[in-house]
């Protein structure tokens, strides 16, 4: 197994423990900055906001989850192996959580919504072996297609509303974060074209059976 999944994607150098530490701790950091970064925003006025950052919704796009499983698959994909990358991306949940809530209970004045808290400390935890899977969508062969196929089509479904009678893009900024990923994930035509390609069918899956909404995503 182990074997197969080197030749998908192999761990490039050495990061002493020490390193990995400073590392974590600053992922962690800039979690917890957007955290209370995004539970400013929701707390400042819409009509405060430039013309074209209220069309954007900005304060609302950042109370969704397409931004921050953005940000997880940029933080996974780039670490140097899958084990720093689920490290990396729970510190970076964790910041998060922590900056939010405590934002929140400190400057916003009342506390969070407990059944909310309940579905991100879920994500939380089951984020580092997510982010573990998604370190290989960079790789080469099936199962970096594989992964990178099921990538695109949830930030699809979540861009686009995929009824072919009333199709349309739901989101522009998640529609954004759609084309974000394409690019992160991005290894040659080939390959990103077929993953392109696959996920189309992923999406209307998705769409149709509702696995996004079930699992608190939507």
Request: proline letters at 3%.
């Amino acid at each position: 197994m182990l074997k197969y999944l080197n030749k998908t994607r192999k761990p490039v150098g050495k990061m002493s423990v020490q390193k990995q530490i400073v590392t974590a701790v600053l992922v962690l950091l800039f979690g917890f900055a957007m955290g209370v970064f995004a539970k400013f925003l929701d707390c400042v006025p819409r009509n405060e906001f430039p013309v074209f950052l209220q069309w954007l919704d900005i304060s609302n796009f950042f109370g969704r989850f397409a931004v921050w499983m953005f940000i997880a698959v940029v933080i996974a994909v780039f670490s140097k192996s899958p084990l720093k990358a689920g490290i990396n991306v729970f510190s970076f949940f964790i910041g998060m959580l922590f900056g939010y809530y405590l934002y929140t209970r400190i400057f916003a004045g009342f506390y969070p919504d407990i059944s909310y808290l309940v579905i991100w400390l879920i994500f939380t935890v089951i984020s580092p072996f997510a982010a573990f899977v998604c370190w290989y969508a960079r790789g080469r062969g099936a199962l970096a297609v594989g992964i990178s196929s099921v990538l695109i089509a949830v930030f699809c479904d979540l861009a686009f509303h995929l009824n072919i009678s009333d199709f349309h893009i739901t989101y522009w900024t998640e529609f954004i974060m759609w084309l974000a990923v394409i690019g992160v994930l991005y290894k040659n035509i080939r390959q990103t074209g077929l993953s392109f390609l696959i996920s189309v069918p992923v999406a209307f899956a998705l769409e149709y059976t509702n696995l996004l909404g079930y699992a608190g995503i939507f």
